[in-house]
């Protein structure tokens, strides 16, 4: 008898998944404090950290802010989430740079050092990104609308 009481018809659309409101304030220090944190804290033992965070940081708020600001609608703030989010962001810019530039026989290097030196810095930038956004997140933004 399940099948008398399932509904397949335009009338009744299938529900929407969970929406989660999203802190402002802790998204712009998270997005803003994680390379520069990094760089910071890296400069002491090495200068590339903070010369990453003045060539990329900019790039990794510019492309981070739209691309979390979708994710942390649709699911609940985590290191993974973050953390996925900016390799996985990252990537989709700069992969296809690379292969352009090989392919077209042009300056190789400056898309390769960006792709190779943001593959190691977009996630630790978003390790740390993670931990400025939960400690920052106020508790009325932790539920879903």
């Known amino acids: ?82 953390v996925g989010s900016a390799l996985l962001t990252h990537l989709t810019i700069f992969v296809p740079l690379t292969v352009a530039a090989t392919a077209q026989g042009r300056n190789f290097d400056g898309a390769s050092v960006f792709l190779i030196f943001g593959c190691l810095f977009a996630p630790l930038w978003g390790l740390l990104s993670a931990a400025i956004y939960k400690r920052c997140e106020r508790d009325f933004y932790q539920q879903a609308l």
Do not use: Q
């Open 1 to 82: 008898m399940t099948e008398i009481t399932v509904i397949k018809n335009i009338m009744y659309p299938k529900g929407k998944p969970h929406l989660y409101m999203i802190d402002p304030v802790a998204l712009a220090l998270a997005l803003v404090g994680g390379p520069l944190v990094v760089g910071v804290l890296g400069a002491p033992a090495l200068l590339i950290p903070s010369i990453a965070a003045v060539f990329g940081g900019p790039i990794y708020v510019l492309a981070g802010t739209p691309v979390m600001l979708w994710r942390l609608a649709r699911n609940r703030s985590s290191t993974e989430l973050w």
